[in-house]
């Protein structure tokens, strides 16, 4: 597969201090590109210096085989970008946020008519198209954006941060429109603070912190590269907590212990099983889930092993809350 996106030795200062410090990496059209790391690891910047919002104080880019810094019009064709905020205007609806978006591309009347209805219909979101946006709940508002970024029908997709902040029915949701736009041949980058929707998603993770690549590699690799299994945690309510132990025993061999409402497993016991099936699986059999979450040991380990500092040292006190996946009942 040719190389849709190329960077180069990547270097951006502000001031004396360096945020993204010699970056190489390069994306395979078809690919979805994970930027794993910790919050000021340099992944927006990174993103930022992509989509040529910022300067490189060193380094290139090439995207198509383009130098970004020079074609910045053909790349913005190119390229859907949705930040870490959601950004749609709660004031218009549904509809008049994606029509704005359709000019700002320079879509055609009769283009922008069909873009739009397509956008309304993969956001799920056609019976309240006439709705203000502000209206909306997260979930909502964050599908309106995402189409709103694809509205130009870019070859590629950034997405920094997607599912920071949602619920655990709007990050599945989520990650299942991010990979049907892959499907459709959309190459995505995203960045993530979450091992597991790295796992989940990403053919190919590059592992960031303090503006370094410490780790590239695809999910596997990465793992192979820490000695340790991982623990999943989950809470539940004392009733369901032994009948959930049953579940991961039968359906995943997994050895769980049980603590009045909490449940942990040794991922390390059956090593093939992924964070995903074990969800998919639990949400399937409804059984009453409040948090689920995969401990990064292995996680903290690449770091360790590649920085001598812990993941947990350099996310700061916020990471355990960011690191479960909340459901909202
Ligand atoms: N415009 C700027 N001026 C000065 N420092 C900046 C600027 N933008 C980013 N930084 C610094 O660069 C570092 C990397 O920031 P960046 O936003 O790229 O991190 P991130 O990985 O996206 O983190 P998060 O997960 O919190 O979004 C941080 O220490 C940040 O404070
Ligand atoms: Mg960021």
């Known amino acids: 597969m040719k190389n849709i996106i190329e960077i180069s030795h990547l270097v951006k200062k502000f001031g004396d201090f360096t945020a993204v410090n010699d970056i190489s990496f390069n994306i395979e059209a078809g690919q979805i590109y994970g930027i794993l790391g910790p919050n000021g690891a340099g992944k927006t910047t990174t993103i930022s210096l992509v989509l040529g919002i910022e300067r490189p104080t060193a ?97 590629v997709l950034i997405l920094d941060e997607p599912t920071t902040g949602l619920d655990v029915h709007n990050r599945v949701q989520m990650w299942e429109h991010i990979r049907q736009l892959n499907a459709k041949g959309v190459t995505i980058i995203l960045t993530t603070q979450y091992l597991e929707e790295a796992e989940e998603l990403c053919n190919k993770i590059s592992v960031i912190d303090h503006g370094r690549i410490i780790a590239t590699g695809t999910p596997s690799e990465l793992k192979r590269m820490v000695s340790k299994g991982q623990v999943l ?60 979450s995969m401990h990064l040991p292995t996680m903290d380990d690449v770091f360790i092993k590649l920085t001598g500092s812990s993941l947990r040292d350099s996310v700061g006190e916020n990471k355990s809350d960011r690191e479960r996946v909340m459901f909202r009942r």
């Open 59 to 155: 380094g290139k880019i090439l995207v198509d085989g383009m130098d970004n810094m020079h074609n910045k019009a053909k790349v913005k064709q190119m390229i859907g970008f949705m930040t870490q905020e959601t950004i749609v205007d709660s004031d218009l609806t549904a509809h008049e946020n994606l029509e704005i978006a359709a000019r700002l591309y320079h879509l055609e009347p009769e283009e922008a008519r069909q873009a739009i209805r397509i956008a309304l219909e993969e956001a799920e979101l056609t019976e309240f198209k006439d709705k203000p946006a502000g209206t909306f709940s997260g979930g909502m508002k964050r599908r309106l954006y995402l189409v709103k970024s694809m509205i130009h029908a870019p070859k």
């Open 233 to 292: 945690e989950i809470i539940t309510t004392r009733e369901a907590s032994g009948k959930i132990a049953k579940v991961l025993q039968s359906a995943f061999s997994l050895n769980a212990t049980v603590k009045e409402d909490k449940i942990e497993a040794y991922m390390e016991s059956n090593p093939l099983i992924t964070f995903s099936e074990v969800l998919h699986r639990l949400m399937k059999e409804k059984l009453p889930l409040i948090s689920i």
